[in-house]
C-alpha cells in the first residue's frame, strides 16, 4: 500500500511521508572554526567521492598552500561545504581527520536526531542545487561564495531516525555500485583518449607509410624519423603574438573573442565563438583571427594545461583574442594547417613543454620557449596522408568516446534521481 504524503511546505522539495519532519541546518549542525593544526594532512572535497586525503588540487583548482596554519581542522563525522562549489553539490561528510582550505566551511552534526550518512546524501542531492545558487553571492563577477548565515537557514528533512539508517544503507550500496559502473566507464574513456593521442604522435612522427628509410632526429623523445621529413623550430615556420589585455568592463558586448577555453577544449576553433569583447579597428588588426593560424594556450596554475594548440581553418573577421593566449602566425606554406591542428596536440610536444618549463606560482609559456619547439615536417603530399588517416582513426576513437560519455550521463543521471527520490521519501527502502 501507498505511503502517506504531506506538503512539506517547501516548494522545490513537494511531498514528503507523514511522520517525517521539516527542520533547518542550524537546529541540527555547528559552524566549527578551529585552526592551528599545519602538520594534519590536508583534505579536498571532490563532489563525487566527498572529502579524500588531497593530492595536489582539490575540485575548485586550489593548490595547498605553503602556509597551512589558517586551515580549517575536520574531525570525523563533520559535515565539510566548498562555499565556492556548493551550488554544484560539493559537500560530504569526512571519514577523515584532517586540515581543509579556507574555501571551506566545516561544522560538526550536534543532534543525535540525525544520522550523519543521511545528511550527507540528503544535502547533495538535486532538488537542493538551485538553493545553494540562489543563496550564493557573487555569481555576475564568476566568484560563487554561500555564506554559512544563509546555509545554516536551508530546510532539513528529519524522517525517523531507523528510517534514516535505512536510507544511509540503501544509498550508501546503491551509490557505491553506480559510483564503481561510473569509475570504471571514466577509466575506458581515458584509456581511449591515451589511445587516440598514441596514434596521432605515432603518425606526426613516424608517418602512415609503413617500413621506409628513417634518420635519427637527435632528439630523445622524438627518435627516429622518416629520412625525406625536415626537423626545424617553429620561428622557422611563423610570427608569434600575444593576445588582448583588457579589463572586465570590455567583455560581454562587442565583436567576437577568442578565449582560453575556446583553444584548450578544441583542436579546430569553432567557426563562430561564443565570447564578446568591445575591440577598435586597430586591435582588431593587430590581434587578428586568420586561417592558418595556430593558438597556444600561454598561462595556467598548472603545466597539464599550458601549451594546449588549436588552429583556425577559417577566418573570423573582426575578431580577436585573449592575452593568455599565444597566436603563431605561418609565414610559411610549407606547414599544411589540418596536419598541425595534430601535430601541435601530439604527446612527444607535452614532453617538450613539461620538461623545458619552469613552474612558479602560475605556469606560463613565454615566446622563446614557443619558438624552440621543435616541427617535423614532412613534404605536403604527406602530411594530407597523414590528415587523412588521423580523420578517420580518431573519429573512430571519437565516435568509441562518446559513447562511453553518453552512458556517464545516463548512469549520472540516474543516481541524482535515486537520490532524490530516497531522501525526499518519494521512494520508499
Not at 505511503?3 to 511521508?17: L, T
Not at 586540515?99 to 532538488?127: G, Q
Not at 566568484?143 to 528510517?163: A, H, M, V
Not at 607535452?350 to 606560482?361: A, D, G, H, P
Request: hydrophobic residues 35%; charged residues 30%; aromatic residues 10%.
Amino acid at each position: 500500500m501507498a505511503r502517506k504524503m504531506k506538503d512539506s511546505g517547501i516548494e522545490w522539495i513537494g511531498e514528503i511521508p507523514e511522520g517525517w519532519e521539516v527542520s533547518q541546518l542550524k537546529y541540527v549542525t555547528r559552524w566549527k572554526s578551529e585552526k592551528g593544526c599545519p602538520d594534519a594532512p590536508v583534505l579536498s572535497l571532490y563532489r563525487d567521492f566527498g572529502v579524500v586525503p588531497k593530492d595536489s588540487r582539490d575540485d575548485n583548482h586550489n593548490v595547498t598552500s605553503l602556509d597551512t596554519s589558517n586551515y580549517k581542522v575536520v574531525d570525523i563525522g563533520d559535515l565539510v561545504i566548498n562555499k565556492m562549489k556548493a551550488w554544484q553539490g560539493s559537500m560530504a561528510v569526512s571519514d577523515y581527520r584532517g586540515i581543509v582550505s579556507p574555501a571551506y566551511h566545516v561544522c560538526s552534526i550536534t543532534s543525535n536526531k540525525v544520522n550523519k550518512r543521511y545528511l550527507h546524501h540528503l544535502l547533495r542531492n538535486p532538488a537542493y542545487l538551485p538553493e545553494y545558487a540562489r543563496l550564493s553571492t557573487g555569481m555576475r563577477i564568476g566568484q560563487w561564495d554561500l555564506g554559512f548565515d544563509d546555509f545554516k537557514n536551508i530546510p532539513f528533512l528529519i524522517p525517523p531516525l531507523d528510517e534514516q539508517a535505512k536510507i544511509a544503507d540503501y544509498l550508501d550500496n546503491g551509490c557505491a555500485s553506480l559510483d564503481a559502473m561510473l569509475s570504471k566507464t571514466r577509466s575506458s574513456i581515458e584509456e581511449y583518449k591515451k589511445l587516440k593521442q598514441a596514434v596521432i604522435t605515432q603518425a606526426v612522427t613516424k608517418g602512415v607509410r609503413g617500413e621506409r628509410e628513417m634518420k635519427d632526429s637527435k632528439i630523445d623523445y622524438i627518435g627516429q624519423i622518416p629520412d625525406e621529413w625536415v626537423l626545424c623550430k617553429l620561428r622557422n615556420i611563423g610570427d608569434a603574438q600575444n593576445g588582448i589585455s583588457k579589463s572586465s568592463d570590455f567583455f560581454g558586448k562587442g565583436t567576437p573573442f577568442v578565449s582560453y577555453s575556446d583553444v584548450y577544449k578544441n583542436y579546430s576553433l569553432p567557426f563562430s565563438v561564443s565570447g564578446l569583447v568591445e575591440s577598435t579597428p586597430a586591435e582588431q588588426e593587430r590581434y587578428s583571427v586568420k586561417e592558418g593560424d595556430i593558438f597556444f594556450t600561454r598561462t595556467s596554475e598548472t603545466i597539464e594545461e599550458v601549451g594546449y594548440s588549436c588552429v583556425c581553418e577559417k577566418d573570423i573577421p573582426h575578431a580577436t583574442f585573449a592575452g593568455f593566449l599565444i597566436r603563431v602566425r605561418p609565414f610559411s606554406d610549407k606547414l599544411y594547417t589540418p596536419y598541425a591542428k595534430y601535430y601541435f596536440r601530439s604527446s612527444h610536444l607535452r614532453f617538450y613543454l613539461v620538461k623545458e618549463m619552469n613552474l612558479v606560482t602560475r605556469a606560463s609559456l613565454g615566446q622563446s620557449l614557443l619558438k624552440s619547439m621543435p616541427v617535423l615536417l614532412p613534404p605536403l603530399e604527406e602530411q594530407k596522408e597523414v590528415v587523412d588517416y588521423l580523420d578517420a582513426k580518431c573519429a573512430e576513437i571519437d565516435g568509441l568516446i562518446a559513447k562511453k560519455e553518453q552512458l556517464v550521463k545516463e548512469l549520472e543521471s540516474y543516481k541524482k534521481s535515486l537520490i532524490y527520490e530516497v531522501v525526499t521519501g518519494k521512494r520508499e527502502v
